[in-house]
Nanobody, 114 residues
């Protein structure tokens, strides 16, 4: 099982980034997927989640700015992040879950400068 996150980087406030998470080694279509983030000195928080039937939830702080999607054919999860703010600075992790099985990617750093 592998989840490979990419797309992080340094961006100015108000800018955009798109994160990708390429998956392999499990039945991608049947899993709920999502993104967590962890800022320095803070607990990890759930940012966005998309179920196997594409129901989506976002944490309030990113609602209207972030969009998550999945491409089952490519076994890839995406997080489009617009109007980024300095408080979005964190390491972003993708994950997959189903029936007690949980898989995590290695994280990609997003830094938003003011």
């Amino acid at each position: 099982v592998q989840l490979q996150a990419s797309g992080g980087g340094l961006v100015q406030s108000g800018g955009s980034l798109r994160l990708s998470c390429a998956a392999s080694g499990f039945s991608f279509d049947y899993y709920s997927l999502g993104w967590f983030r962890q800022a320095p000195g803070k607990e990890r928080e759930l940012v966005a989640r998309i179920t196997s039937d594409r129901r989506i939830n976002y944490v309030d702080s990113v609602q209207g700015r972030f969009t998550t999607s999945r491409d089952n054919a490519r076994k890839t999860l995406y997080l489009q992040m617009n109007n980024l703010k300095p408080e979005d600075t964190a390491v972003y992790y993708c994950y997959a879950e189903r029936m007690g099985n949980n898989y995590w990617g290695q994280g990609t750093l997003v830094t938003v400068s003011s």
